[in-house]
């Protein structure tokens, strides 16, 4: 008997003492996150690949309600679709023009002009609108409407208690149809349908073995924090993949900001949400690279 309240003490030390390291790594991270949006508005939610449950956030009610236009966010999904139905050449270089006009809006890429030529992963690491607007003709209508709702944009991802859902409009001309596809038009998604489409991505490449026609998508998210325009998002001790998204309101000229990415890029633990209601998407990479470096200091600190 004595035995036997010995091996119930030491397994409830041993868990007690886990909930503590765990409480206390989440408590670091929530702090490095206040910190970082202390002087910002927006939203961040940390997200675990496996469980699905936030682990640390910031202002997840915004992230429920507000709607947004995605910007380049969109982007590998609309890549994937084009990829699963073998319309594009991944390995097939593109010329990038300046200036780009799409249905009289103006959408030069930000990337440096020195890039000229570019194959699709180098397309999703530099965010070049002249690339996606030019495959995008490749898809239908009705296919890029659809794949957005497949995806969930029009669906509440049950992260949050009260949620609004995206809304989807299904483009009726070609540069309605080129916008959409740039995040630009006709799509407007909340925070948290972007948190969730990206979970999607990260268990995907966690399964690892049967990527397919999809790892031209997984290359790119990497390139984009390794050397693209999400570079700001590159941690300290471990690596990530991810995508930026910049974009004005409907009724603004103001630009919000989104970084939407996961930690580690080979086998993703987390996935993370950085939304700034004014800013760009390099921005927001900026809060979400020390965002992930305190994470992983925090969950491999004894290991």
Not at 7 to 30: D, P
Not at 33 to 45: C, D, P, Q
């Amino acid at each position: 008997m004595n035995f036997l309240r010995a091996i119930v003490s030491l397994f409830l030390l041993l868990t007690l003492g886990s909930s503590a390291v765990t409480q206390e790594n989440a408590s670091s991270l929530q702090a490095e996150i206040n910190r970082l949006m202390a002087n910002k508005t927006g939203a961040v939610a940390v997200l675990d690949v496996a469980s699905g449950k936030i682990l640390a956030q910031w202002h997840l009610n915004v992230a429920a309600k507000r709607l947004e236009l995605p910007g380049s966010t969109v982007k590998p999904f609309v890549l994937m679709e084009l990829l699963g139905k073998g319309k594009i050449n991944p390995e097939q270089h593109l010329m990038c023009r300046r200036p780009l006009y799409v249905g009289g809006k103006r959408m030069d890429c930000s990337h440096p002009a020195g890039i000229t030529s570019l194959d699709a992963p180098d397309a999703i690491a530099y965010s070049c609108n002249t690339y996606f607007s030019t495959v995008a003709t490749r898809i239908d209508p009705a296919e890029l409407a659809e794949m957005y709702k497949h995806i969930g944009f029009t669906s509440p991802t049950h992260l949050a208690a009260d949620e609004a859902v995206g809304k989807i409009t299904q483009a009726t001309d070609q540069p309605q149809l080129q916008l959409q596809a740039l995040g630009e038009w006709g799509i407007q998604v909340t925070p948290l349908e972007l948190l969730a489409a990206y979970h999607s991505l990260a268990r995907q490449k966690l399964k690892g073995e049967n990527l397919g026609s999809a790892a031209p998508v997984f290359d790119g998210l990497e390139r984009a924090v390794k050397y693209g325009v999400a570079h700001a998002a590159q941690p300290t001790g471990t690596t990530a993949a991810g995508k930026t998204g910049t974009a004005a309101g409907a009724k603004t000229p103001v630009t919000h900001g989104f970084f939407v990415g996961y930690a580690p890029a080979d086998k993703p633990e987390i996935v993370l949400l950085v939304y700034l209601e004014h800013g760009r998407g390099l921005d927001a990479a900026a809060v979400a690279g020390p965002v992930i470096t305190a994470w992983w200091k925090t969950a491999h600190a004894s290991k």
